[in-house]
C-alpha cells in the first residue's frame, strides 16, 4: 500500500481515539409514557386505534373533506343557438280574462251617395188596350191606349213599358181575350229576355186567358208584353166600347225600407 494511504488510515484512528477520551459520555434518553385513555380504559393497540378513528363514533371520528370547484373557471364560451323544436302539445284552454279598455275613436269615414229626398217607395199602375192586335211580324210590342192607375207615371204609356225606379219584390198580371180560331201566343218581357207566357189554341170560341208571376227587379229594368208568331195568325182581340186587354204591376215589398 502506499506510504501516503497508510499515514492517513493511522491519522484518522488517533483523532477519534483522543475524540472519545475528550468528550463526556451521555447515557442514553428514556421515553417515558404517557396516558391516553382514562383509568376505566384499557389501552389498544395501533391498529385497533386506527380502526376506531375511522369508526362513525364522533369522538374518535375523521373530519369529511368536501372539495369545491369554481364553476366560473372551468366555463367555456357561449354556444351557438340550435334548431327549432318540435311544437308541445296544445295546452288546457285557460279562463276568459278580464274585458279591456275600449279603443280609440275611429277617423271619419267618406260620404256616401247622394240619395232621392223625394223618392217615394211605392210603385203601381194598370194599363188597358181597347183596339184589338194582329201580329205582323216575328215579334210584335204591344202598347196601350188606356191608363187606370199610373203611380208616379213610372210606366211609359208610348213605349207600353215599365220602368223600375224603386228596387224590389214587383208582382204582375196581364189578361187577355182570344180571337175564334187564331191562336193566341204572347212573352211577358223582363228587359230583352221573356220570362213568362200566356197561350191559347185556337177555337171557335173566345176566352178570357191570364198569367202572373213576381219578379225581383233592380233599378232601371224593364217590364213589358210582345206577341210572338209562329206558322198560325196569331191575335188578340179588344173593342173600342170594351177594353179586354189588361196589364197590371204594383211594389210588393221594396228592397230598402
Known sequence: MSPVFLLLLVSTAN???????????????????????????????????R??????DPAYSVPKVQ??????????E?????????????GKEGERGLRGFNGRKGQKGQPGP??????????AFSVGRRKPLHSSDYFQHVTFDTEFVNLYKHFNMFSGKFFCYVAGIYYFSLNVHTWNFKETYL?????EKEVAILYAQPSDRS???????????????????????????????????????????????????
Request: glycine share 8%.
Open 114 to 123: 247622394q240619395g232621392h229626398s223625394c223618392k217615394q217607395l211605392y210603385a
Open 15 to 49: 483523532v477519534g481515539a483522543v475524540l472519545e477520551k475528550g468528550l463526556p459520555k451521555r447515557e442514553p434518553r428514556r421515553l417515558s409514557c404517557m396516558r391516553c385513555c382514562g383509568p376505566s380504559e384499557q389501552p389498544i393497540s395501533i391498529v385497533s386505534s
Open 187 to 191: 212573352h211577358l218581357m223582363k228587359n
Open 51 to 56: 380502526y376506531t378513528r375511522m369508526s362513525s
Open 207 to 257: 176566352i178570357m186567358q191570364s198569367q202572373s208571376l213576381m219578379l225581383d227587379l233592380q233599378e232601371g229594368e224593364e217590364v213589358w208584353v210582345r206577341m210572338f208568331k209562329r206558322e198560325r195568325e196569331n191575335a188578340i182581340y179588344s173593342e173600342e166600347s170594351d177594353v179586354y186587354i189588361i196589364f197590371n204591376g204594383h211594389l210588393i215589398k221594396p228592397a230598402i225600407e
Open 78 to 90: 357561449k354556444g351557438e343557438m340550435g334548431e327549432k323544436g318540435y311544437p308541445g302539445a296544445v
Open 67 to 76: 372539495p369545491t370547484i369554481d364553476i366560473t373557471i372551468l366555463k367555456g
